[in-house]
């Protein structure tokens, strides 16, 4: 009897607390309670700012750590308040530090947690996260791409402490990446009903790295199945940070129905909550126009950015274009083919060595609230006689050697067609023979065999990439005669192809071949990597290839 009574007192405390929507406060904790359907009641610790505790309908999500920005602030001030905007009541949450804000704020009925970060600085580790590191008991599976980013269970490390053998297959959370211009929902999921956790991002204006950044989404790392949200980090960074700016909305969603689509979220209701850095649609402004100049074949993507955004959009296949809502500023507009963008050379003797990854580039775009800005943008690749061409100027290695693998696995790998020296003839050899990439001591050099039906006087060897490693950069032989080595180019910190990453600065070396070099009939010529510097295998210098041309 006793019993009984116990527990009809400790049911009817539980009801008062997590019954409604609201808060309360227990101990130095806060109890949120979503007043949704499929219940969502979560705890943050009113010192940290860590999500310590939660629970949908009832089942316990949170990991062995917190669930937390960064690594964890240490130390914040927090603040929970209840607030009602246009008739809808909101919980809000306000942790403060002296380098940013960050809000997590609980709209009544949803079970989502809306979450938004101003920073004045970037955080000291150089990286800008959410993780959310939830129980991998219960959600085990990850979303969209599997298993290729569950490290639980590894027998071995490949490489330092993020890339692992599992089941003789090679995984890493790197392997979880989506171009920021493709994202949409990235979850975890499992359980007997099946529960989906998702984080969903509207655009990363905030962000740096522009339409085709990526960066880790998720992991199942055995103790927890962690699911992330990156800002900034320092991986294959090409682009300063950007600070005094508002991160988000973005959301934390839980769900029994299913994955949830970006296009269907809606944050307007943050213009009422009086978030630092938020700026409504009312207070922004738009650029349409005409993209011209480049081919059906490849996605058009415009490109708009400053020290304060960036935006981006794709292109109809006439080249019509509308931006997406824009704060107003004055900004660096690009036009891409696929990835691929163009620059003016820079001149080294023989050796020319630019960028080739975007083909127009116009500056001063003024954006202005509640207005609409024409600005029509169109190619500047001018066209030249080709000889032949070995891929496309997208910016990516698409077609070559195992680039239909690279995104999800290890170059290590034993699914990986074998790495070693290429001989690749025009005319004869298929795209996919060609190497994605060439690492100095396991596949170095490529030679590629060609005939012509005529010497063709002075011509140009286009050799395009996409990302360096450890200072390798392409040296053309052109039958007897080898070009100048070009210089190093712009050191980028961080491992590239081994975790899955291919986009850097997307150098491009062009090599004025002398009249009388090549010759009427049989023809070869050599590209080597040449770099001061060394590694092991995999991580010795190597440079990934967009495309090879020769052309007068």
Partial sequence: ?????????????ASSVFAAFGFVKSGSNYVIDAGSSNSLVFTVSGSSCDITSILFRGTELQGSKGTQLSSGLGSATVKVESVTSSSVNYVKVTCSTSTLTHYMVVKEGESNIYLATYIKEEPSVGELRFIARLKS????????????????GSSSAVEGSDVFVVDGETRSKFYSSTRFIDKDAQCVY?????????VLAPHPESSSGGPFFRDIESNNAGDDTNLYWYMNSGHVQTESFRTNVLHGPYLLTFSRSGIPKLKEQDTSFFSGLSITGYIPESGRGYVSGTAS??????????HWYNSAAQYWTIASSNGAFTSPAMKPGTYTMELFQGECWILLPYSSRLQYFFRLDKVATATGVSVSTGKTTSKSVASTLTSHNSLWKIGEYDGQPTGFLNADKFLRMHPSDSRMTAWKPVTYTVGSSSLNQFPMAIFQ??????????????????????IATTLS??????????????ATAPSAPTKIDSRGVTRGAYRGYGEVYDVSIPSGTLVKGDNTITITSISGSSGTTFLNPNFIFDAVELFT
């Fill in 1 to 13: 009897m006793l019993l009984h009574l116990l527990f009809l007192s400790i049911f009817a405390f």
């Fill in 137 to 152: 008991s219960v959600l085990s599976e990850e979303y969209p791409y599997g298993k290729v980013s569950t490290t639980k």
């Fill in 190 to 198: 499992g359980g007997s009903d099946v529960i989906h956790v998702c």
């Fill in 293 to 302: 100049g480049v081919s059906s074949t490849f996605q058009i993507v415009v």
């Fill in 441 to 462: 001591t396991v596949n170095n050099p490529v030679t590629i065999k060609f005939n012509l039906a005529s010497a063709p006087g002075a011509a140009t060897l286009r």
């Fill in 469 to 482: 490693f450890a200072g390798s950069r392409p040296q053309a032989k052109v039958n007897s005669w080898t």
